[in-house]
């Protein structure tokens, strides 16, 4: 009881009279300009090799900057390089006693103990305020619009610890179209032993058939992240769980986390509900664990013994999906993710990632818990019920001329058949370079292709012993977003972008992609082109369980032009920020195409009430005040 006593009054104590401190060990958002700095800077060579394990510590941030500016090479910074990095060293740095308006916050801490310890609390706002809007020819303009007012708390419990929880609350609005439905199986799929196609929706092999929407058409394809958690709330009816905005809605998110660093920031842990990116490549290109999933609770931890070897494991509780409401839905989505990464690295030459991940359903499961144990052959000890995935990323680099990198995400596949056209071959690669440019500060030239087989990130739902009549889903999604990259199964990008710092508060990019997609809607849906296909029949010997990309249905192409630029305002607490550009979609689909042939077919460009072409302009701006 007198413990309690002590850990009340302390808590009081730094609740009324110590509001606000730059917490030392908690996280960057994934979202901040200073990820992209620091990749240049390792690419150039000012920098150790950073881990591959994002979000860093504000600690880890601050000991790069400070490596940076402090380098032999820092000849290598131009004027307004120094500018940039002293700033933002001066943002993740502890601020002075009181109130600074410029972020928000007001500042105190005080020691106890017989060390001095330090204890701190902040409590500030945030204000995130957006407005777009998707100009179609030939068919109705839309509005979209997210007003996001957030209050935080965080700060440190002494030397080691560090704390945060943030409470967003906001209006979105998000419009999509309904395009059509899809059939989890593929249309007429037929289970070989009955020869029905299984109508009973709780057998294991029915064939499910689900709605299918647009891209938010107020954004770019594949650029909308759900800021929410768990379901919107509509005012005219506040007691019901929606899964999106459509219109006008309420919502709220839940960030948290409890970081410790040890041993000079060689081991990391952490309990926390926050975004991820794991790799070596490129930020945001991650196959395995990319910054476009929704935050889930998980336990984690890295350690860096030595420069050229780290590890890093999580398992967290995934989310459920609310499509059929908040009973119903989270019956069948009760799922654990385990993720494990070994990294390896040559000094700031050569790097390899060999990432072992798998989602299951809820039990302790301790061989996928543990690091030490590999999950992908584990499976085959406790029995085959689970979703497995193992990524191998290899990067080259020579510093200032930039870097090369190869990926390689396998969710299943069968080295004794064909590799090339068979759809249990469930991988996906990418390859790309990262170019920094001599010109502008912190410039870059980026180009990537990524391919993404049919049913990549897919799971057959079944049944497992613990949960008994229910059939579990398992597709490699949390909230029913992908976990890895942000593209859907049978897709394929080019994308190039350029990204530079043309002040010292101002950053701009300019991108171009091409998306390539089989539809999973219409008369020409192509199956496994969604994240809830299902891959069922004789995966080895069924001529229809093959892969023809282009060439076995209606595919869409996208083509995205798009430049945007955000403007921190250095006299006032404001961020400036918007995108503008074009999108230009069309369809193909094959000529004779027959879906049981499973045969290539020549491909044309088509315009049809269901495949139809679109030009669109889209534009984003809002502003965020203090922005974090």
């Known amino acids: 009881m007198r413990t309690k006593m002590v850990f009340f009054c302390v808590f009081l104590l730094v609740f009324f009279y110590f509001p606000l401190f730059s917490q030392t060990h908690t996280s960057v958002p994934l979202g901040n300009q200073i990820y992209y700095i620091l990749e240049q800077a390792e690419v150039r060579g000012l920098c150790s090799p950073l881990p591959g394990t994002r979000p860093y510590t504000q600690s880890v941030v601050i000991s790069a900057i400070n490596e940076i500016l402090d380098s032999p090479d820092t000849k290598k910074l131009t004027a307004m390089e120094r500018e940039i990095l002293e700033e933002y060293l001066d943002k993740f740095s502890k601020p002075e006693k009181g109130i600074d308006w410029q972020r928000g916050m007001w500042y105190g801490e005080t020691a106890a103990g017989e060390n001095d310890i330090p204890y701190s609390m902040n409590i500030g706002l945030f204000a995130d305020i957006e407005a777009s809007s998707g100009m179609y020819l030939s068919t109705d303009n839309h509005f979209g619009a997210e007003i996001w007012l957030g209050l935080y708390v965080n700060g ?26 899809y059939w989890t199986f593929y249309e007429g799929y037929i ?55 459509d219109g006008f809605a309420g919502g709220y998110s839940l ?9 000079n920031n060689k081991l990391i842990t952490r309990l926390g509900r926050i975004s991820h990116d794991w790799s070596s490549t490129a930020f945001g290109s991650s196959l395995a664990f990319n910054e476009s999933a929704r935050p889930f609770l998980a336990i984690e931890a890295e350690y860096h013994p030595v420069p050229w070897f780290s590890i890093a494991s999580l398992t967290g509780f995934l989310e459920y999906h609310n499509t059929e409401g908040i009973y119903k839905s989270p019956k069948t989505n009760q799922n654990l993710f385990s993720v494990t990464m070994f990294q390896f690295r040559y000094k700031n030459y050569l790097f390899f990632d060999f990432i072992d991940a798998v989602v299951y359903p809820k039990r302790f499961e301790l061989g996928y818990i543990s690091p030490i144990i590999n999950s992908f052959l584990y499976q085959n000890n406790s029995g085959k019920f689970d979703n497995m995935a193992i990524t191998m990323n290899l990067k080259a680099q020579y510093p200032g001329l930039g870097n090369i990198w190869l990926s390689f995400f396998v969710d299943e596949m069968n080295l004794t058949t064909n590799l090339w056209t068979l759809d249990r071959q469930m991988v996906a690669i990418q390859g790309g370079m990262n170019i920094p440019l001599p010109f502008l500060a912190f410039s870059s030239l980026k180009m990537s292709y990524t391919k993404i087989n049919p049913y990549t990130y897919t799971h057959h739902r079944n049944f497992v012993p613990w949960y008994g009549d229910l ?101 006032l607490p404001i961020e400036l920020y918007g995108e503008a550009g074009t999108v230009i979609s069309y369809f193909t689909n094959t000529v004779g195409h027959n879906a049981n042939s499973g045969k290539s077919h020549p491909y044309s460009i088509i315009n049809t009430s269901e495949y139809p072409k679109s030009i669109g302009f889209i534009v984003k701006m809002g502003f965020r005040l203090f922005p974090r």
């Open 156 to 181: 440190d419990l002494g030397r080691k610890i560090s704390y945060g929880f943030t409470f967003e609350g906001g209006l979105m609005r998000a419009p999509r179209n309904y395009l059509g439905d």
């Open 471 to 571: 059939l579990m889903e398992k597709a490699y999604t949390n909230n029913g977003v992908g976990l890895g990259y942000y593209l859907p199964p049978n897709s394929d990008e080019i994308l190039v972008r350029f990204s530079t710092m043309p002040a010292k508060n101002i950053n701009t990019h300019f991108q171009y992609q091409l998306i390539r997609h089989g539809a999973d809607f219409g008369s020409s849906a192509v199956d496994g082109s969604n994240l809830l296909s299902e891959l069922g029949g004789d995966r080895g010997t069924d001529p229809v369980l093959k892969r023809f990309f282009l060439h076995d249905g209606a595919y869409q192409w996208l083509h995205i032009i798009k430049l945007g630029a955000e403007w921190n305002l250095s006299s």
């Open 191 to 245: 289970h070989k032993e009955s020869g029905t196609i299984y109508p009973d929706p709780n057998d294991e092999f029915a064939n499910k058939e689900i709605s299918v929407y647009s891209e938010p058409l107020t954004h770019f394809p594949y650029t909308y992240q759900k800021r929410w958690d768990s379901s919107i709330f509509y005012f005219s009816a506040l007691t019901k769980y929606k899964s999106w905005p």
């Open 255 to 263: 960030p948290a986390e409890l970081t410790g660093s040890f041993f």
